[in-house]
């Protein structure tokens, strides 16, 4: 299970205006913000825009200054594999060492929707002894508890992260994990490809 939410895009102007520095070619910009406040790119921007994208990372520089913004709720196993991208991202994530014991444990917690029945009553136990385990530690504040809520706590637990991307980072990740095994790398990609302008300079073929 993945969720996105709160998505956010931001500086396609200066980034197509930075995109013309190159050839003094700023005269030519026919960009505008519509009624929306939505910047949407005229076609003299986009047919630029695309011949760069294609041209090559080293080309396309103007999309690592294309900013997004969403926070992502997907379990611990997810993100370990996220990790990889270290760079050009950014990430605020809830407090496991923090908070982990403020809120009573549910299922709702856990991303179990591949699971098969007989697991599913398996995971039911072990979020039951998470849970006498949380109120354990409350009552008395044990560390050798704190660290049994730590140690036992499976990774389909979801975390949400506050992440920023530039285009040129979604770029090397919907090429590398559009055919990932995990269903939620595809809900991922799913997600870029409803980015403004991701057919035209995220997800196109190389």
Known sequence: ??????TTVMNFENAIRGARNPMNSWARMDSFYDKDGMYQ?????????????RAGSDHRK??????????????????????????ATVANSTSTMH?????PFSMDDFSVDHLTPSSYGFMETIVQKLEEIRLSYIETKS????????????SSYNQMRTCTFNYETLINIYRARKAHKLQEWHTFCDWI?????AAE????EP
């Open 201 to 204: 300079l995220i997800t196109f």
């Open 193 to 197: 490809q409803t980015l403004p302008y």
């Open 99 to 103: 908070k982990i014991h403020s809120k």
């Open 1 to 6: 299970m993945i969720q996105l939410t709160n």
């Open 41 to 53: 790119l005229g076609p003299n921007d986009l047919s630029l825009a695309m011949r760069l994208a």
């Open 143 to 154: 560390k050798e508890t704190w660290y049994d809520m730590i140690q036992l706590l499976p």
């Open 62 to 87: 103007y999309l690592r200054m294309v900013f997004v913004s969403v926070d992502i709720t997907a379990p611990l196993y997810w993100w370990k594999e996220y990790d990889t991208y270290k760079v």
